[in-house]
């Protein structure tokens, strides 16, 4: 499963610090055979941060953000990522081999 950061949402001033990241949009992801893939989105809200622990909004990185996400989950980050992975699963497996067809008999 893949997980990738696609959005940021920050404040522009918060006390002496600028850009301050608060909201995380994540995509988690799993492709099967090439062809068919399954998302699922995650909004993470971020705590407030100190002056001394900010980093400047052009100085991010994808691993930074990533680690403030999962601080910021805490103790429910191992539950959701197996949630998430566990409902992409079961999508695909659906998509592959669907349970439920249409169609007429003539």
Do not use: C
């Amino acid at each position: 499963m893949d997980w990738t950061i696609y959005r940021l949402y920050y404040i522009t001033t918060s006390g002496s610090l600028s850009n301050v990241v608060s909201e995380v949009h994540s995509k988690f992801s799993d492709t099967v055979s090439g062809k068919t893939e399954e998302e699922y989105h995650v909004t993470s809200n971020l705590r407030p941060v100190a002056a001394s622990n900010f980093v400047a909004y052009n100085d991010l990185n994808e691993n930074t953000v990533k680690g403030w996400v999962q601080n910021a989950e805490g103790n429910y980050w191992g539950a959701l990522t197996s949630s998430i992975a566990t409902k992409i699963s079961s999508s695909l497996a659906e998509q592959v081999t669907p349970t439920i067809q249409s169609g007429k008999p003539w």
